[in-house]
């Protein structure tokens, strides 16, 4: 009797014993799991522009291996050389709509990917047509206008005020083409167009003149 008591004492320790070490793995294996905390972001800009995408991860012993999708063989590929929490690189010709996406793993060779973020190209902001001076009688409706490439442009149309020795937004003018009266005080007056694109890029277009003529200055022909 006192044996069958015993060997049931043992058993019940063991049992805990094994239920206590379980416990201890399960909580080892718990607290080693990767986590990405912070997923890379997608990126645009014109070709040659420097990117940065990065990612952040909790867990131990962490390495990093940046990929890409191989459109060819529908695979990620290790994008070679990239081996850091960040990628810094330049955006290549080809890139557009390139797939990147980072792999984590920890000193337990447990493996995370992070989302995947989208490089995408847009074209370079260029003045590709300026505006030209007018000239005409005060009340005379005028309309200049600027071309440009790039993507999603937006345009303010600017004056040069002589007081303050500076450029002026011109409100309300945020189209490629300006249309307005000539008024009375705009005789000499400096217009400029002042265009941004989707990356905040922004380039100006050359000035273009408004000049008042005058009734007197009006001459019948001679028949």
């Keep these: 009797m006192n044996c069958k008591k015993i060997m049931k004492k043992y058993l019940i320790i063991f049992a805990l014993v094994l239920v206590i ?5 399960e909580k080892i294996l718990a607290s080693s799991v990767i986590q990405i905390i912070g997923q890379p ?3 645009s800009g014109e070709v040659y522009t420097p990117i940065s995408m990065s990612v952040t991860a909790s867990g131990e012993n962490l390495s990093y291996q940046w990929e890409y999708y191989d459109v060819n063989s529908g695979s990620w590929k290790d994008y070679i050389g990239q081996i850091e929490s960040v990628l810094n690189a330049p955006i290549y ?26 490089v995408t190209i847009v074209k ?5 047509s300026q505006p030209k001076s007018v000239s005409g009688q005060v009340g005379t409706p005028i309309s ?11 345009y303010q149309w600017e004056y040069y005020d002589v007081n303050s020795g500076s450029w002026k937004d011109y409100i ?19 217009l400029r167009c002042r265009v941004a694109d989707v990356t905040s890029m922004v380039v100006y277009s050359d000035y273009a ?15």
């Design 21 to 25: 070490s379980q416990a201890r793995n």
């Design 144 to 154: 200049m206008s600027v071309t440009a490439s790039g993507e999603n442009l937006s």
């Design 124 to 128: 370079p902001l260029e003045i590709t």
């Design 209 to 223: 003149t408004v000049y008042i003529i005058n009734n007197e200055d009006w001459e019948l022909p001679i028949i």
């Design 93 to 118: 010709s080809d890139w557009n709509g390139l797939r990147l996406r980072c792999r984590v793993t920890d000193g337990a060779n447990q493996v995370a990917c992070s989302n995947e973020a989208t």
């Design 41 to 43: 972001q997608s990126v």
């Design 172 to 190: 309300g003018q945020i189209e490629s083409v300006l249309n307005a009266p000539i008024y009375s005080d705009w005789n000499g007056l400096r």
